[in-house]
């Protein structure tokens, strides 16, 4: 073989190799970054391209929504409670030249704020809040991060507060203030129901004042209430409207004899 044609066979080989290197393939979630000489290019949308070696460099930027597990931050909460609380951040970038251009690492950039927000707006509440008003608070959590995100093209969708965690004296705390609040609302309920049913004793009295007949019968009924266990014994005081005529007719009577018997005996 001729010098000339191993010469042309080798600068086939690293025609061959340099354009390997050179051709570059962008996935359909993906954008490519290319600076040419230091200098900045249009994106590279999916598909193949052509990146010169040692002339031009490519950054890939991935779009999809990535998922960032926030570790957990030790938090005083404004009622001077501490605890740990960990949440889920979920983000994709919008804008691949802010991206790269207006931040070093915008994944490890977005973390940091995260924490950061997270423990000054758990700061700013307290304990209750913390515990019963999650959705507020991630919405508040998210809207915060956007704003601080948004210069360099990241946008949050999604913060979720995973676990809380407090000391074991406060959670046993807790259960007690849980137990007497139950307590009061049940003494409550039973205040109200009976008051409820000493008004409705009240109303019956009325009526029954207002109809001797009905008062009378409920006497009835309850001497055959009361009659119904054969091993009772029932003392029924019979009304001053029914025996006063009947003291009235006789006692005078029952009194004279024995003024007559006096007056013999003298």
Do not use: C
């Not at 960032?68 to 994709?92: G, W």
């Not at 309850?222 to 006789?250: C, K």
Request: aromatic fraction near 4%; hydrophobic fraction near 45%; avoid cysteine.
């Amino acid at each position: 073989m001729t010098t000339p044609t191993v010469a042309i066979a080798a600068l086939a080989v690293l025609v061959l190799i340099a354009l390997a290197l050179s051709l570059k393939i962008i996935t359909q979630y993906e954008r490519g970054i290319v600076f040419r000489l230091g200098r900045l290019r249009p994106v590279y949308e999916p598909g193949l391209h052509l990146v010169v070696p040692f002339l031009e460099r490519l950054v890939r930027v991935d779009t999809r929504v990535v998922t960032l597990t926030i570790p957990p931050q030790e938090v005083i909460t404004e009622d001077n409670v501490p605890a740990r609380v960990n949440a889920v951040v979920l983000f994709n970038v919008t804008d691949p030249v802010k991206a790269v251009m207006a931040v070093e690492n915008y994944a490890i950039a977005t973390s940091q704020i995260a924490q950061t927000t997270l423990r000054s707006v758990l700061g700013r509440v307290d304990l209750d809040t913390v515990l019963a008003h999650r959705s507020a608070l991630n919405a508040d959590l998210r809207d915060i991060i956007e704003k601080l995100t948004e210069p360099w093209g990241v946008e949050v969708s999604v913060v979720e507060i995973k676990d809380v965690e407090i000391p074991e004296q406060m959670q046993r705390a807790m259960a007690r203030g849980a137990e007497a609040e139950r307590e009061r609302r049940a003494k409550i309920i039973n205040a109200r129901g009976e008051l409820q049913a000493s008004e409705e004793l009240r109303q019956a009295a009325d009526t029954l004042s207002k109809s001797p007949a009905s008062l009378q019968l409920r006497y009835l009924q309850t001497l055959l209430e009361l009659g119904a266990d054969q091993n009772s014994t029932v003392v029924f005081p019979l009304p001053m409207d029914i025996i006063g005529p009947l003291l009235e007719r006789f006692g005078p009577q029952a009194a004279l004899p024995d003024a007559d018997d006096d007056e013999g005996d003298e």
